[in-house]
């Protein structure tokens, strides 16, 4: 039977995983054994959730069951890749430097999400002001201007009718294009049809690397085999395109070929960076290589982000301006004295 027991407790957000794993390195750091780190995060964490997974570990250690077995119940909450590197972490002894290599991870994946909400900020503000505009013009503007209209020639447009009496059905309609569109992002961030997306699809296949060499660095460096730390890096990797690439070539690892040829197979990284990996294998230096690589994908992402953040803002004012100029078009259009003169 497997242990990997289903715990109720939701997945962490990111936030509450830099939470968890900054707590938690700050008690291992201090030479403190993980059950009693695990106690003092109990008593001292102000997040229940945290308090609650770490209750229901502590749990399983108390009935016999170490460390390592007892995080791998956890991979849904924290996630497949990181539970195994603390598991492996623990065997080796190398939890501390786990630890704050995970901790790295999640922080500069915070720092994307932030400056991806940043850039976005001055569109959805914009937004919301469309919709009190337009919500104005409905309410106010509309049924002056059916008025009129009535009264210089008898008849309300029906562009005008529909807004005044179907406004809900209007409203209903932009809510479920808003939500169908986040659905839609979240979806394609995941798949490969992102990547026919120019720049956007770029962004996103280079953050995916960037966080498969950042597990999979780690992981050699403590001192996982390179045939466990390939699929345990592979499972960190959001997008499932990517994923099922990496992870199917990794019996290529226990069939004896070589890492280059491995990646080679992939498609996924550039011929030099293939070629790196090719002399690492040849020198002995790989490690040197992985930091290498890692310090490259990493400044490329910086800015491919930069390159897809300076699109969506003007993206957005785009779509913004088309909904102006149709309600603008509906109701001045039809309405304006002139056209009946």
Known sequence: MSNRTSISTKPFSLDEKIDFFTELGTYVKASIPL????TKIIKNSNNPKIKKSASSILKYIDKGENFSASILRFEHILGSAYCNL???????GEIPQIIQGILDTLKKQRSIKRSIIKSCTY????????????????????????AQAELMTGEIPLTLKI????WF?????IVFGVFSGIKAIKYSLKNKSIFSIPIIGKTVKTYNIALFFRIFSLAYTVGIPVTNAYPLASKA???????NRLLLN???????????????????????EISKIEAGEMAGNLEDIFKEICDDINERLETTISAALSVVEPFFIFIVGILICIFGFIILGPANPFNYL
């Not at 059950?35 to 695990?38: C, R």
């Not at 807004?163 to 179907?166: A, D, N, P, Q, R």
């Not at 019996?251 to 040829?261: A, D, H, I, K």
């Open 123 to 146: 569109p959805i503000i914009l937004f919301i002001v469309f919709c009190i505009c337009a919500a104005a013009l409905i309410f106010i503007i509309v049924p002056k201007v059916s």
């Open 250 to 272: 990794s019996s290529m690892l226990l069939s004896g070929e070589t890492l280059s040829e491995t990646f080679r197979s992939t498609d996924l990284l550039s011929s030099q």
């Open 237 to 243: 990797v959001i997008n499932n395109y990517i994923k």
């Open 163 to 166: 807004i005044s009496k179907g």
């Open 86 to 92: 603390l598991s492996i972490g623990n065997d080796i």
């Open 35 to 38: 059950s009693t780190a695990l």
């Open 169 to 173: 059905i209007i409203l209903l309609l």
